[in-house]
């Protein structure tokens, strides 16, 4: 009897133990050691990589793959062949790439590698590295990977390369032969296209050889700046073409950038509360004023970002000027700098949100970009409203400031051209079709949820989402189920409809009639295919208010009543199956003025032209 006790025990316990882990879920880990050698004359370097990867998962793993990102810049590569094919392609690549020069291609060329100190088998297919594995990684394992590569960096077309248009001489993001994540889908060996990112774990130490005249900055911490004879902060003058080593950094994160120019500049500012921001740039007309200013706007962001959307959680920070328009990494971005004052604070926020919602939570973008682009949009939206409130940029505070998003949603939806947001990112019919999904309907995908599930429940679920699946990639289930737990709402319903389908909601007041009993009925119908819980907002002829809430049955619940002492009536919920509900009102005709269907905007609705019935012309 005792043994049995035991052996019950135990399996509860193994039980027990499988649900955490399922909750959690597995990350896989690698440490990287790199070394690299740069020739600035012909835009090329000699690289060494020292990865050792962990296995975390339940699965034996007798393959791996890298990235080679730099194999995109070539002539007929997939990205060359899909932007030009594309209905819409990006003005920034269109048939760039078709007309590299030998000396103007990006290339990474594996000269060997071992694991273990033993020579395996590999092969380039394009922008990945699939590599044979003499001896398997057990679960619980690890095994040490070392390489030696040569690179050629492009000329800058997208993202990465040397010489962008402002002027900038590196833009070194993908520049590195880069593991490929292994999750519980499996491998993620996606060839690049353009579009997005998904990492492992991992540490960074990154030592690069570059000509004296450089100044370097990158996503992570400097580690030798004494040795180098100069501060991090220090803005003199290069002094001459002998090699200077760069030390870096960087622990948790999944990747590593960095970029080098002779006439970079760097400020720097510790933030309330941390972490020391860099603002690194090319001093100039263009330029020098905004990126002055742009410490104080960014340092009243970051109280404001911490407090809603979780803590920032690494020591530093760098806006970097280069790439070809804003691209996040980790602790640091890419951003043209020559752009008004606005447009520098817009793009800085938004690339420093990415911060939480891909650098911290690790979404695998290229299945979910709306978890990152869209949430970063909205909070980025929320941010940019606040520093106008605060008066640190010019334009007019609103109430809400997602609404533009959710009318241009709509205007893009009749344009026939939209697409669910279930579709791989690198799938997309047009490039419009993904920019829109991604990041505005990602966006309005939130504010949906705040009007269903109310705001303070809303941004509480916000707050729990980042900080119980940071550094632990969530999936959209993952994202709906803190939603549904924190509101006590079922939402399954919603996720269904507005990620994988393109249908909209549609209601309509159809008729108000006073009946007999003093009391008011309202007749709605539901012409879109979409369901959608309604505030129907009634105004009286004395201009008070009364909000009737009608929740879907399928929600088993409803969001609780509004703070503003605006009369609250919950109304009997209605069956999505059902085309029309009738909604009566203890009140009669006479006494009100209009009925309106969400006054405040929020709620998708494809015609909104039906939604207000006004007792003076009934």
């Known amino acids: 009897?005792?043994?049995?006790?035991?052996?019950?025990?135990?399996?509860?316990?193994?039980f027990i133990g499988s649900l955490n882990a399922q909750a959690d879920r597995w990350q896989q880990k690698v440490k990287y050691k790199m070394k690299i050698d740069f020739d600035v004359r012909n835009h090329q370097f000699t690289g060494e990589q020292e990865l050792r990867y962990w296995n975390n998962s339940p699965d034996t793993l007798d393959r791996v793959f890298y990235h080679l990102y730099f194999n995109a810049f070539q002539p007929n590569s997939m990205m060359d062949v899909r932007s030009r094919n594309i209905p819409d392609p990006d003005n920034r690549v269109r048939d760039r790439i078709s007309k590299l020069t030998p000396g103007e291609r990006g290339y990474h060329k594996i000269t060997s590698l071992e694991q273990d100190g033993k020579a395996v088998h590999f092969e380039v297919v394009g922008t990945i590295l699939e590599v044979d594995l003499l001896k398997p990684i057990l679960p619980g394992k690890s095994t040490t990977l070392k390489m030696e590569f040569n690179s050629q960096v492009p000329v800058q077309v997208r993202r990465s390369g040397r010489d962008n248009r402002e002027g900038i001489d590196y833009s070194m993001s993908q520049w590195y032969p880069k593991l490929c994540e292994y999750d519980y889908q499996g491998w993620h060996a996606n060839p690049y296209i353009a579009r997005e990112?998904?990492?492992?774990?991992?540490?960074?130490?990154?030592?690069?050889?570059?000509?004296?005249?450089?100044?370097?900055?990158?996503?992570?911490?400097?580690?030798?700046?004494?040795?180098?004879?100069r501060g991090y902060s220090d803005k003199t003058a290069r002094i001459s073409d002998k090699k200077v080593r760069w030390k870096w950094e960087a622990k948790n994160v999944h990747d590593f950038l960095w970029a080098a120019d002779r006439d970079y500049v760097v400020e720097s500012k510790l933030m309330k509360g941390g972490p020391m921001v860099y603002f690194v740039y090319q001093p100039g007309e263009k330029t020098t004023e905004n990126w002055k200013n742009l410490p104080e706007a960014m340092d009243k962001a970051l109280?404001?970002?911490?407090?809603?959307?979780?803590?920032?959680?690494?020591?530093?920070?760098?806006?970097?000027?280069?790439?070809?328009?804003?691209?996040?990494?980790?602790?640091?971005?890419?951003?043209?700098?020559?752009r008004s004052y606005s447009s520098l604070v817009g793009v800085s926020i938004h690339e420093w949100m990415h911060s939480w919602y891909q650098m911290v939570l690790g979404t695998n973008e290229s299945l979910y970009a709306w978890m990152d682009e869209g949430f970063t949009s909205f909070a980025t939206s929320e941010v940019m409203n606040y520093l106008r409130i605060q008066k640190l940029i010019p334009g007019t505070p609103v109430d809400n400031p997602q609404l533009g998003?959710?009318?241009?949603?709509?205007?893009?939806?009749?344009?026939?051209?939209?697409e669910p947001l279930s579709i791989h990112s690198d799938h997309f019919m047009t490039n419009s079709g993904y920019g829109v999904g991604a990041y505005t309907k990602?966006?309005?995908?939130?504010?949906?949820?705040?009007?269903?599930?109310?705001?303070?429940?809303?941004?509480?679920?916000?707050?729990?989402?980042?900080?119980?699946?940071?550094?632990?990639?969530?999936?959209?289930?993952?994202?709906?189920?803190?939603?549904?737990?924190?509101?006590?709402?079922?939402?399954?319903?919603f996720k269904e409809y507005f990620v994988n389908t393109t249908h909209y909601p549609d209601y309509t007041i159809e008729n108000v009639e006073g009946l007999e009993n003093g009391t008011t009925k309202i007749d709605l119908v539901k012409n879109g295919v979409m369901p959608m819980p309604l505030d129907i907002v009634i105004t009286y002829n004395d201009d008070t208010k009364t909000l009737a809430n009608i929740p879907l049955r399928i929600m088993r619940g409803h969001k609780p009543a509004n703070k503003d002492n605006v009369h609250f009536i919950l109304a009997?919920?209605?069956?999505?199956?059902?085309?029309?509900?009738?909604?009566?009102?203890?009140?009669?005709?006479?006494?009100?003025?209009?009925?309106?269907?969400?006054?405040?905007?929020?709620?998708?609705?494809?015609?909104?032209?039906?939604?207000?019935?006004?007792?003076?012309?009934?």
């Open 405 to 418: 998003s959710v009318n241009g949603l709509i205007r893009f939806h009749k344009s026939g051209r939209s």
């Open 572 to 618: 009997e919920d209605w069956p999505w199956t059902h085309p029309e509900y009738s909604l009566i009102l203890e009140f009669p005709i006479e006494d009100i003025k209009t009925i309106e269907i969400d006054p405040s905007g929020s709620m998708i609705d494809l015609n909104r032209s039906d939604n207000v019935w006004s007792g003076e012309n009934p």
């Open 1 to 14: 009897m005792y043994l049995k006790s035991i052996l019950s025990s135990l399996i509860l316990l193994c």
């Open 442 to 493: 990602g966006q309005v995908l939130l504010e949906q949820l705040k009007y269903i599930m109310g705001e303070e429940d809303f941004y509480r679920a916000l707050l729990r989402y980042y900080d119980t699946w940071k550094f632990k990639h969530p999936n959209a289930n993952d994202f709906f189920r803190i939603m549904e737990k924190e509101s006590g709402l079922e939402l399954d319903w």
């Open 303 to 338: 109280s404001f970002m911490n407090k809603r959307y979780g803590t920032y959680p690494y020591s530093v920070y760098s806006f970097i000027q280069g790439g070809d328009g804003g691209m996040e990494y980790p602790m640091a971005t890419l951003i043209t700098g020559e």
């Open 197 to 229: 990112f998904y990492g492992v774990w991992g540490d960074f130490e990154v030592e690069i050889n570059i000509d004296g005249r450089y100044t370097v900055a990158a996503g992570g911490v400097l580690k030798n700046a004494d040795k180098i004879g």
